[in-house]
C-alpha cells in the first residue's frame, strides 16, 4: 500500500482536503484508505451499550457488526501503537491517506491558510513535499492551490507512483521534473584516462534527493549511457530535464547559409551526416570547420583554432576574420549577456566549445530523433517526458569553489544537476524558461541571467 500524509495546524483545512481527495481519487478507480490522529482521548462508544460493556469487563478488542459494516474497537492499555502497527491491520488497499502524524517518515502535504495564525511547517520538515494554501507562500517545494482538489489529487498519486508524473502535464509545463541531467562534454581527440580525469566526459544525475557524477572516457560510451538512462527514466514515468555543456545554436543566418533552411535543426541534421566519431574518440571535426569555411568565405571563414603541428586546410591556428565581412556575428546573443562564455567558432584553446558543438550536436539530432523529445528554447512547447537544453556550469562557480571535489568538472555537473533538481521540486523552474525571441533561432542557456537562484537552491536539498 502506498502512504501519504496530510498535515497542518488546527483550522488549516486539513479534514476538508481529505474528504475532497478521496472523492476524487476513488473517482479514478483508486482505493482509498484513512488513518486520522487526534491528540484528545476519543470514545466512539458510549456507556451502558454492548460494546461499552464488554470493554469495561476488560476485553482487549470489540467488534461491532452489522449488515454494512463493522468497527473494531482496541483498548491499547498501555503505550499508544505506532503508525505502522496500525497501517497493518488496515485491509490492503492502493491508497493511504493519512491525516496527522506530522512527526512522522512518511511523504506529506501541508495544508496551511493565513488566516491559522500560525507560521509554515515545511521549511523545518524534509517530508513535506509541497504546501497547499489559498495564499502566497515562498518554500523551497511547489505550491499547490488548496481549493483545486485534481491538481493536489494529481500530486499525491504522482509522488506515490500510482499516476505517471507526465500524464498531469499540461501543454507549456515546466515545472514538474523528476530527473535532472548534467552533461559535460568533451571533444578529445583520444579516450580519456582510465581514471577520473577532468579532460573527459562527467554525467550528473539527480533524483528522488540523491545526486551521482558518472565518468566516461569516450563520446560513444557517454551517448550509450545517455540513450539506456533516458529509456529507463520514461519506462519508470520519470520526467527528465537533461543538460549540455556545449552550444546548441549558431549565430543568426548560420543555419540558412549552411543548409539553406532557416531551422536550426538543420544544423544538426547537417553535421549528424558530416561528423564522423568513433569508439576511440577519432573525429574529422577540425576538417569539417574548414570545410564549412570554405562554405562562408574562400580565404576567412567563420571556425578557427588548430593544433600547431596540424596543417588543417582552410582552418586557421588563430583568429584571423572579419565576421562582419561574412555576415555572420561573432557572437550569439546569450553570450553576450554571459561574457564568460565562449564563442562557437573556436574549435581549440582555453574555454572552447566550438568543437563540443560539432562532436555534440549530432548526438542531439539523434536523441531527439529516438526519444521525440524537446529540445529547449527551439521548441515553443516543452511538455514532454524529456527536454534537452543548453547549460553553462560555471554559472555556480561560487558553489563550484566552495565543493571539496578534486575535479571540477565532476563538482560541476552534480551541483548543477542538484541546483535544477531543487528548483523543479519547488516549482520555480519557469522563470528560467523566459527567454527572447532570438534564442528560438540561435539558442539559449538555461539559468542565465539567474545565478543568484541557482546558488540558493543548492542550500534547499
Known amino acids: 500500500m502506498k502512504v501519504f500524509g496530510i498535515i497542518g495546524w488546527k483550522n488549516a483545512g486539513k479534514t476538508s482536503l481529505m474528504e475532497r481527495l478521496v472523492a476524487d481519487i476513488t473517482a479514478r478507480g483508486v482505493t482509498v484508505s484513512t488513518v486520522k490522529h487526534v491528540h484528545h482521548d476519543v470514545d466512539l462508544d458510549a456507556p451502558g451499550k454492548d460494546t461499552f460493556r ?152 539527480c533524483r528522488t534527493q540523491r545526486c551521482e557524477s558518472l565518468y566516461f572516457r569516450t563520446r560513444v560510451a557517454a551517448e550509450a549511457h545517455l540513450v539506456h538512462l533516458f529509456d529507463a527514466e520514461r519506462a519508470a514515468g520519470r520526467r527528465v530535464l537533461a543538460g549540455f555543456d556545449f552550444p546548441m545554436g549558431y549565430p543568426l543566418g548560420f543555419a540558412e547559409r549552411l543548409t539553406g533552411s532557416t531551422n536550426p535543426r538543420a544544423v544538426w541534421g547537417w553535421l549528424a ?37 596540424h596543417d588543417v586546410p582552410l582552418l586557421p591556428f588563430t583568429k584571423d576574420v572579419d565576421y562582419n565581412a561574412i555576415g555572420l556575428s561573432e557572437r550569439r546573443a546569450i553570450e553576450n549577456l554571459l561574457t564568460g562564455a565562449k564563442p562557437v567558432w573556436q574549435l581549440m584553446g582555453a574555454g572552447a566549445v566550438g568543437s563540443q558543438a560539432l562532436t555534440g550536436l549530432p548526438m542531439i539530432h539523434r536523441l531527439q530523433r529516438r526519444h521525440d523529445c524537446r529540445v529547449w528554447p527551439f521548441d515553443q512547447s516543452i511538455a514532454s517526458p524529456l527536454v534537452l537544453a543548453e547549460v553553462y556550469p560555471s554559472i555556480i562557480r561560487a558553489a563550484v569553489a566552495r565543493d571539496p571535489a578534486d575535479i571540477k568538472d565532476e563538482a560541476q555537473v552534480r551541483l548543477l544537476a542538484r541546483a535544477l ?8 523552474l519557469a522563470p528560467l524558461f523566459d527567454v527572447p525571441e532570438i534564442a528560438r533561432q540561435e539558442g539559449w542557456i538555461l539559468g542565465a541571467g539567474h545565478a543568484d537562484l541557482l546558488e540558493a537552491a543548492l542550500t534547499w536539498v
Not at 533538481?421 to 520555480?428: D, E, H, N, Y
Open 54 to 205: 464488554h470493554r469495561a469487563a476488560g476485553a482487549s478488542e470489540v467488534v461491532l457488526a452489522s449488515a454494512n459494516r463493522f468497527a473494531l474497537m482496541r483498548e491499547h492499555r498501555g503505550a499508544e501503537p505506532a503508525l505502522a502497527d496500525i497501517l497493518a491491520r488496515l485491509a490492503p488497499v492502493d491508497l493511504v491517506l493519512v491525516e496527522g502524524y506530522k512527526r512522522h517518515s512518511h511523504a506529506k502535504i501541508e495544508v496551511f491558510r493565513d488566516g491559522a495564525g500560525r507560521t509554515l511547517i515545511q521549511p523545518g520538515d524534509p517530508t513535506v513535499r509541497a504546501v497547499a494554501t489559498d495564499s502566497a507562500v515562498t518554500v523551497a517545494v511547489p505550491v499547490l492551490d488548496l481549493n483545486d482538489t485534481g491538481k493536489v489529487a494529481d500530486f499525491v498519486l504522482a509522488e506515490v507512483g500510482l499516476i505517471r508524473r507526465s500524464a498531469a502535464l499540461s501543454v507549456g509545463t515546466t515545472d514538474a521534473f523528476d530527473t535532472v541531467v548534467i552533461v559535460d562534454w568533451s571533444a578529445k581527440a583520444v579516450p580519456s584516462p582510465v581514471r577520473d580525469s577532468k579532460d573527459a566526459i562527467w554525467i550528473g544525475i
Open 273 to 309: 551526416k558530416t561528423i564522423t566519431d568513433n569508439d576511440r574518440n577519432a573525429t574529422n571535426r577540425l576538417h569539417v570547420g574548414g570545410r564549412i569555411n570554405a562554405i562562408f568565405h574562400p580565404q576567412r571563414g567563420p571556425f578557427w583554432g588548430r593544433p600547431a603541428t
Open 421 to 428: 533538481f531543487a528548483l523543479a521540486r519547488a516549482g520555480r
